[in-house]
């Protein structure tokens, strides 16, 4: 009941505030058209501006008030029960006794695996670039047979590609 009678009481007071803030909106323009006529400005020029300035003001101090969305309208409480819910979960975070973490149990990887063949290969022979599906270089007629893509570093046996020139682990050369 008490919220009802502060929403009428607040929105007389602003009802009269918007009509006293329009009574001297238009004494202000009864002043500025006075001002303009002695000039001696066109009458039309003179009510095509204050129709402009009355146009710009007076539409601010009457528009309609922000209205809910239908998503608040249907869910007023979600603010309220977001923040709510914060502090809850803070407050079991605070009660919790720490816990000691687990051992992580690590997957052994088997790197015994086999590589596909490149797309791209080059003629032993001539140094035509070919691609893999073919049999024969075009070029020499040499037979191409399936190369190794991987290599292994003789020093640390670690395995390399065979474009790789210098093992990235132990810095030997390979061939």
């Known amino acids: 009941m008490k919220t009802e009678n502060k929403k009428e009481s607040s929105s007389k007071k602003n009802n009269f505030l918007k009509i006293l803030l329009l009574i001297i909106y238009l004494i202000v323009l009864i002043f500025l058209y006075i001002i303009l006529m ?93 691609t893999s599906y073919s049999k024969n270089c075009p070029t020499c007629g040499q037979a191409l047979g399936m190369k190794e893509i991987v290599k292994k570093c003789k020093n640390c046996g670690m395995l390399i590609t065979k474009s790789v020139k210098v093992c990235p682990i132990c810095r030997k050369r390979t061939i």
Not at 47 to 75: A, E
Not at 101 to 128: H, T, W
């Open 38 to 130: 002695e000039f001696g400005i066109n009458p039309l020029l003179i009510i095509l501006i204050l129709g402009f300035v009355l146009l710009l003001f007076v539409g601010s101090l009457f528009r309609k008030k922000k209205q809910k969305s239908i998503y608040s309208k249907m869910f007023p409480d979600k603010k309220k029960r977001r923040s709510q819910d914060f502090h809850r979960k803070l407050e079991l975070k605070i009660e919790r006794t720490p816990e000691k973490p687990a051992q992580k149990d690590f997957k052994e990887v088997n790197l015994n695996f086999k590589y596909r063949k490149s797309l791209i290969n080059k003629c032993e022979n001539c140094g035509m670039i070919i």
